[in-house]
């Protein structure tokens, strides 16, 4: 792969290294599970990797996107849907990788 994208932050950093390929992108945008790392810095240069912050845009950004989804009606891929009740099974999908687009939980 050539690049890859990262909300997770600390939990996912030394999995990213084996994620791309030499020459590849990480790019962090997020840290719902930890903000500082460990780096084992010769994967890094050895592999010639771009580490890269990004906030995935400006606030202008964010509202041409959402003008351009409603403009041309977009809408996600839902895979499934289960009551609030049932949030373990729905997560438990997730987990194991069997959806094609959005788990959703309802009332």
């Known amino acids: 792969m050539a690049a890859a994208s990262d909300s997770v932050g600390g939990a996912t950093w030394s ?3 084996g994620s791309v390929r030499r020459g590849g ?7 719902t599970a930890g903000a500082e790392v460990t780096a084992n810095l010769s994967q890094l240069y050895w592999n010639q990797i771009s580490v890269i ?6 606030s202008e950004d964010f509202r041409s996107m959402v003008a351009a989804v409603s403009a041309a009606q977009l809408k996600p891929v839902i895979d499934s849907k289960y009551a609030l009740r049932d949030a373990k099974e729905a ?9 094609f687009g959005k788990l959703a939980l309802t009332p």
């Open 15 to 17: 999995v990213n290294f």
């Open 25 to 31: 992108r990480i790019v962090i945008c997020g840290i």
């Open 53 to 58: 912050g990004s906030t995935m845009g400006s």
């Open 91 to 99: 997560q438990s999908r997730m987990e194991s990788g069997q959806q």
